[in-house]
């Protein structure tokens, strides 16, 4: 993985702007927790993608020193699995919010879960639309009034822990951005974890979102490390995920050695990147290309 | 164009389902290693099995890029094909089909019928079995030897073993004879061209310029008439060391390639007008990050899902409007299959160079149309550009991804090296990519980077060719197409040449950036101009007026979703001269 042996701290990651989120936003902790965990990894900024979508989280690759990617609203997975599919030297981190991921860009969500591409997938889960100043997200609860359900939420939010689960995800994991060392861990092991891990981030909004703030989930959260959990149970780890009351579980719920898209795609068994190879054809293959057509 | 010495059309209508691709694979290769021209055209439906399909092979010693006028021999694989073709076949053409369930109708040119008893004959209860008797009648007429037959017949059945080989002989054979013994042949044989040539699909074509220009990455969903490109990659990927992806929607596709070309890969995906809608909000998202990426839109007739299995030139104004905002992205629409071949190559380079996006058009005639083509032609190692890319580690500080330079031009580092960390976003950005879409909104900055951006594209029309007059420029006539309609219209001025009628063409290529200056100097001396289109509203018509304020005297236009044929576009100017319409629309002969 990492190949430096002067050791970074937190802090030279540090991006070139300061973020624009609101005092007390559950994204400062995301963001540090980041920081720490490829610091503590031994990674150098050149070593690393951060990719994100369109939001108020989506905005943390301008703050943090990596190389990065700031695409299009729902697409982060997209563009990041193109990113590793160039370069698969790269360590890629994919940012963004519940609205980002398991919203417009759900379609990549499902079938990213399904190639298992080496991908670490944070999403910062506010519950809300914040940037848009308060709308409902896809996983704001049953009955929220917000602007655009002045009479209460009627839809079942969607549950990503289950869905990543289902759909071949081979790292999944909840946390609560409150415990900075906590979700620091599980980035951790995300990045070390070889195929698709998600790491779903309660992170308040403490503008738009006055249900589910700091206090909620502080009361609520229950580590699955003290619960004695087998993750490589996939119907244990659903029913866990399925929780969402006075108990609200965090820790790694699922994980599997299935193989990542990296290693079972031909063309990256030799060679290096992508990125890195000689643009030319091979004066034999071309050849044969140009006989065939004969 | 189509002035060679033998000029030989045949066509192939079943259903789908009949294995009508198999003789029609067959007879390319014969024609292409005898070294003679092909140009092959197939009509057919959204359907897997049913419907009628219709296989057009014209074959001639002088270059073909069209389809043609004419149908000199139709073999027919069912009823349906004999009803609804037999009265297009005149006096000297033959009609070949399988007596035992084919009947002649009433509708008779002229034509020879020639009527195998392929049960008698074969003595075998395989459906296919009348397409390989046919193809052995076909030899015969045409005057090709049975051992060239045999040859390819082996060739073609040697993987599926002896027996499989020996039973399609032995019935070529039987159709052969009995052709041989009662029907009349064609006066003139296909001549030996020479240079044998070798076959591809406009699709292969563009595919292959791709890989030929380095292209590592391709992704797509599949759609018709684009998924040859895939196939074609998909085929050859592991070969050529290109990674091949198949993504759950073209929303995935477009970002996905935009992905792998920021990681500094030369990436590509194809898509028809359908696919390309989804794939535009990533079009601009290039053009703001300025990432070097390579779409291809093989239209087929819209709108909506529209007619999937149809050509139409449609989708001009969708590409010049692809995605929001107002920024600089290439535009070009290669005129013939070779032409789409070198101009891939050529695409990623300027792309490289100028750090946008760009489309390549092409269309269903082309694009699934098969042609011969010459090897030697086929530069497999053209030149590799990539422009003001930086792809060693630096151990100085200051690296400014977007940095305001003379040529607007900033040298673009590939991710992953080291001192060159640094952010692309979508939001507008700063030289240092800060965004100061938020909170820092600056009209200043937004000017510059503006301004920098589209100063790319000050100089790009020096690294293209412009367009070109063919023909006199005093002619009467100046035919003005775009894209796939290159091949046909020069066909029809040749005629209305011959004719008497004086005519030259002049063919765009490059859409964007667009020669208008050039095109003014040449059309401004003409006498009568005429677009021709494929397609409703004058798409191309409509964008000359809008960049050159020149407005054509006249318009043939075709959108019954079938290609021109030379003849259309001869008719058209002839009723223009005559003075019954300045807007001429064909009819489609040929109903499929």
């Known amino acids: ?294 | 164009m189509g002035l060679g010495t033998y000029d030989f059309a045949l066509a192939i209508g079943g259903e789908a389902g009949q294995g009508i691709a198999t003789p029609g694979d067959i007879l390319a290769r014969i024609i292409v290693r005898r070294g003679l021209n092909l140009s092959t055209y197939n009509a057919y439906q959204s359907i897997v099995r049913g419907g009628h399909i219709f296989l057009t092979m014209r074959i001639s010693d002088a270059e073909v890029e069209n389809h043609g006028d004419k149908l000199d021999l139709l073999l027919c694989l069912n009823q349906d094909t004999m009803d609804r073709h037999q009265r297009l076949m005149g006096p000297g053409s033959r009609i070949v089909y399988n007596s035992d369930s084919v009947t002649p109708g009433s509708h008779d040119n002229g034509a020879d019928l020639c009527g195998l008893p392929v049960g008698e004959l074969t003595e075998s209860r395989n459906r296919l079995v009348q397409n390989t008797v046919g193809m052995g009648a076909i030899a015969s007429l045409m005057g090709i030897d049975f051992s060239v037959l045999e040859e390819s017949l082996t060739l073609r059945f040697q993987r599926r073993g002896q027996e499989m080989v020996d039973e399609n002989v032995r019935v070529a054979r039987a159709g052969y004879d009995y052709s041989e013994e009662h029907f009349k042949p064609f006066d003139q044989s296909p001549p030996d061209g020479g240079k044998p040539l070798a076959v591809w699909s406009g699709n292969d074509a563009l595919a292959m310029g791709a890989a030929a220009a380095g292209c590592k990455f391709y992704a797509a969903y599949p759609m018709s008439p684009a998924s040859g490109v895939l196939h074609w990659m998909a085929a050859n990927a592991r070969n050529l060391g290109i990674m091949v992806r198949q993504v759950e929607d073209e929303i995935g596709v477009a970002n996905m390639v935009v992905g792998a070309a920021q990681a500094g890969t030369r990436s590509m995906c194809a898509t028809s007008g359908g696919g390309f809608a989804l794939m535009t909000e990533a079009v601009g998202a290039a053009a703001m990050m300025e990432i070097p990426v390579v779409f291809i839109n093989v239209m087929r007739a819209g709108p909506s899902t529209g007619v999937p299995t149809k050509t139409e030139q449609g989708d001009l104004w969708q590409v010049l409007g692809a995605s929001q905002g107002d920024f600089e992205r290439i535009i070009v629409a290669p005129s013939d299959s070779l032409d789409a071949f070198n101009t891939m190559p050529e695409v990623f380079n300027l792309t490289d160079k100028y750090q946008c996006p760009a489309i390549v058009i092409s269309d269903l005639y082309i694009s699934e149309g098969r042609f011969s083509v010459d090897p030697d032609l086929i530069n497999m190692h053209p030149g590799i550009d990539r422009g003001a890319l930086i792809t060693e580690p630096s151990d100085t500080d200051g690296y400014l991804r977007y940095k305001d330079t003379e040529s607007g031009i900033s040298p673009r580092a590939l991710s992953g090296l080291e001192g060159y960390v640094h952010l692309v976003a979508t939001d507008e950005h700063d030289e240092d990519s800060t965004l100061i879409s938020d909170e820092f909104t600056n009209p200043h900055k937004r000017r510059q980077m503006v301004e920098k951006r589209a100063r790319k594209f000050d100089n790009i029309l020096g690294d293209i060719q412009g367009p070109v007059l063919e023909g006199s420029p005093d002619a009467d006539v100046t035919l003005i197409g775009w894209g796939s309609t290159k091949g046909i219209i020069d066909e029809a001025a040749g005629s209305l040449n011959a004719s008497g009628v004086s005519t030259s063409c002049l063919h765009i290529k490059w859409m964007v950036p667009f020669h208008g200056d050039e095109i003014m100097t040449i059309l401004s001396k003409a006498k009568r101009t005429i677009i021709v289109e494929n397609n409703f509203s004058g798409q191309f018509a409509r964008y000359l007026r809008s960049e050159t304020g020149f407005a054509a005297d006249g318009h043939i236009r075709k959108y019954d979703g079938e290609p021109f044929m030379p003849h259309h576009i001869v008719d058209g100017v002839n009723a223009q001269i005559a003075g019954n319409t300045d807007k001429y629309v064909p009819y489609q002969e040929i109903t499929v």
């Not at chain 1, 002045?150 to 790292?171: D, K």
Request: with cysteine; net charge negative; proline share 4%.
């Open chain 1, 1 to 294: 993985m990492a190949t430096t042996e002067i050791n970074l701290r937190p802090a030279d990651f540090k991006g070139k702007s300061n973020p624009d989120w609101c005092p007390g936003c559950g994204d400062f902790g995301v963001l540090n927790a980041i920081q720490r965990a490829v610091a503590e990894l031994g990674f150098r900024p050149h070593e690393i993608m951060t990719v994100s979508g369109i939001g108020c989280s989506s905005n943390l690759p301008g703050y943090i020193n990596t190389y990065g990617m700031h695409t299009l609203h729902g697409r982060s997975l997209a563009m990041a699995t193109g990113v590793k599919m160039a370069n698969h030297e790269m360590n890629v981190i994919v940012t963004g919010g519940d609205g980002d991921g398991y919203g417009i860009g759900g379609n990549h969500f499902t079938h990213t879960a399904r190639r298992n591409t080496d991908l670490t997938y944070i999403v910062m889960n506010n519950q809300i639309y914040g940037l848009t100043t308060g709308q409902i997200s896809p996983t704001s609860s049953l009955g929220m009034t917000t602007k655009s359900t002045p009479f209460g939420n009627v839809e079942q939010p969607v549950n990503p822990l289950t869905s990543a689960i289902m759909n071949g995800a081979t790292y999944v994991a909840r946390a609560y951005s409150g415990d900075v060392r906590h979700l620091s861990e599980l980035i951790q092991k995300g990045i070390q974890h070889k195929g698709f891990s998600i790491i779903d981030c309660f992170s308040p909004c403490v503008t738009f979102n006055l249900t589910n703030t700091h206090d909620f989930f502080k009361e609520r959260v229950k580590k699955l490390e003290d619960e004695e959990h087998d993750t490589s149970s996939w119907e244990l780890a659903c029913e866990k995920a399925m929780v969402f009351g006075d108990t609200i579980y965090t820790g790694v719920f699922f994980e599997s050695d299935r193989a990542a898209l990296e290693d079972v795609e031909p063309v990256l068994k030799e060679g290096g990147p992508l990125s890195r190879r000689e643009l030319g054809l091979d004066k034999d293959e071309a050849q044969k290309i140009i006989s065939r057509m004969m």
